[in-house]
């Protein structure tokens, strides 16, 4: 089936480092969405890009979808350990059933 | 106001039992979802309602059958549980279509043992 490939699967960074997970498709994505889960926690959405070349901001959190709609990234700038948890893309293909990536779980070294 | 709330939270059951989980949601939203996240945290949908209606079936064995008796409730039951079931549990709830976010429960971490 249509999947979405994430990555890294793991990242270690220490405190105050930046930190970016990319989730990439071989087929043109009608959106791409974002999720955090903390650990032990549910996952919480956090955006939603539809548009090529799009740039979302949260305060330290950067969202791009790319030219081609086909990948996505989300960046971190200057990590606390408050960002730790597993950090999922998702993408409806055009349909209705969202699917997630596989996630890509951040941890901070204090 | 839990928005999406689900029980129980935790359950332990032994091969063979029979078990529910249930959600409700106080979002408005017409569509639910029940999600299975494994142990090494992949998020795969199981089923989705909409409005009561069935519109989402995965590849998931006939031993799961979900049950929504208003767009408010969306219960998931278990028959003869195998060991490999044992995960977490994930209900959701969205606006229904492609432009919205899921709003999730806080989980249902099942144990077959």
């Known amino acids: 089936g249509q999947q979405v490939m994430q990555i890294p699967q793991y990242q270690h960074v220490q405190e105050g480092e930046d930190f970016t997970t990319y989730c990439n498709s071989s087929?043109?994505?009608?959106?791409i969405q974002w999720y955090k889960q903390r650990p032990g926690g549910h996952p919480v959405f956090l955006i939603q890009?539809?548009?090529?070349?799009e740039v979302k901001k949260q305060k330290r959190l950067t969202f791009q979808f790319g030219e081609a709609k086909k990948n996505s990234s989300l960046h971190i700038t200057a990590t606390q350990t408050t960002d730790v948890g597993t950090y999922f893309c998702?993408?409806?293909?055009?349909?209705?059933?969202?699917?997630f990536g596989t996630g890509t779980r951040l941890t901070i070294i204090p | 106001d839990t928005a999406v709330s689900q029980t129980p939270k935790y359950l332990v059951t032994q091969m063979g039992n029979d078990k529910s989980i249930k959600c409700e949601q106080n979002?408005?939203?017409?569509?639910m979802y029940w999600y299975k996240q494994d142990s090494k945290k992949f998020l795969k949908i199981m089923f989705s309602?909409?409005?009561?209606?069935?519109?989402i079936n995965e590849t998931v064995p006939n031993r799961f059958s979900p049950k929504s008796p208003d767009k408010a409730h969306l219960n998931l039951h278990i028959n003869s549980l195998e060991l490999g079931d044992s995960a977490v549990y994930f209900c959701?709830?969205?606006?229904?279509?492609?432009?919205?976010?899921?709003?999730f429960g806080s989980g249902t971490r099942l144990t077959v043992v």
């Open positions: 959701a709830s969205s606006q229904g279509g492609r432009n919205y976010g899921y709003t």
């Open positions: 087929t043109t994505l009608s959106n």
């Open positions: 890009l539809v548009k090529s070349g």
């Open positions: 998702g993408t409806n293909f055009g349909n209705e059933k969202l699917t």
């Open positions: 979002l408005g939203h017409d569509t």
């Open positions: 309602y909409n409005n009561k209606e069935l519109i």
